[in-house]
């Protein structure tokens, strides 16, 4: 059996995110659909800070052009990398994991230089990753060979399933994911569907009271190896119908 989950790239996401990619054997990040022209986290996601939650927003070009999450370029007329690992070094520097991560999230903001947009999320997904202890096959469906011209994004999600061996496929409860899941036509390409749900339980943090729901950075510093148990508690996967 092998299990699947699709996603698109976002940026230093929510551990909710990384609870589909841990029941996964593979993880297919979805940078061939359209770039939301709307703020989304693609490109941004929270922090905890002393003020409280703050966005760190990676800018972006050609926002308005109707292009692929493998299309977009970051700004870099822009110093972002700076400003966001200046604030994660003033919103974390007395998280008590901090000094475990910093050396390599650094290297990521500062001593990498980024171009495109899906590539600085995946170096960061990857970092997660690894400091969460998931280790989940990673894909781009961009690599996957698959031309979708004629297909609708359910037929291409199937296609995508069938060119990674999947035969059991990850979907979230959202809108976004229900709009192409039909349970029936998954039971008819004999390949099992779940549900994932998933709560961040309250854990120690910084700055006042609990903020559910950011970046897993906050998690990471505030929480080390503890994450990983968190993120195994913290939802679970329901057998469609």
């Known amino acids: 059996m092998v299990r699947a989950s699709i996603h698109q790239p976002q940026y230093i996401p929510w551990l909710g995110y990384f609870y ?17 022209r709307g703020k989304h986290f693609g490109n941004r996601n929270q922090v905890k800070t002393p003020q409280g939650a703050h966005w760190l927003t990676v800018p972006v070009r050609q ?16 110093s972002w990398a700076e400003k966001h690992w200046r604030t994660l070094e003033v919103a ?15 290297h990521l903001y500062l001593e990498r230089e980024w171009e495109q947009l899906t590539d600085l999320n995946q170096a960061l997904l990857e970092f997660c990753m690894n400091a969460l202890g998931v280790t989940a096959r990673l894909v781009r469906a961009s690599e996957l060979g698959i031309e979708r011209e004629g297909m609708d994004t359910g037929e291409y999600i199937f ?21 192409y899941i039909q349970s ?13 749900e998933f709560a961040v339980p309250p854990y120690p943090q910084c700055w006042g009271d609990f903020i559910p729901d950011l970046s897993v950075l906050d998690v990471l510093f505030n929480c080390g190896a503890q994450a990983r148990s968190m993120l195994a508690s913290g939802g679970r996967l329901e057998r469609a119908r």
């Not at 589909?20 to 939301?36: A, G, W």
């Not at 926002?63 to 822009?78: A, G, H, M, N, P």
């Not at 296609?159 to 709009?179: D, F, K, M, P, T």
Request: aromatic share 14%; charged share 25%; no cysteine.
């Open 63 to 78: 926002r308005s052009e109707l292009l692929t999450f493998r299309e977009i370029s970051v700004d870099r007329t822009q």
């Open 184 to 196: 029936q036509a998954f039971a008819e390409r004999g390949i099992q569907l779940w549900y994932s």
């Open 20 to 36: 589909k990619i841990l029941h996964s054997e593979v993880f297919v990040l979805f940078d061939t659909v359209q770039y939301p």
């Open 92 to 106: 974390y520097a007395r998280s008590p994991f901090f000094r475990e991560f910093a050396p390599g999230l650094r």
């Open 159 to 179: 296609a995508i399933l069938e060119r990674v061996g999947a035969n059991e496929y990850i979907s979230g409860r959202g809108a976004g994911s229900q709009r």
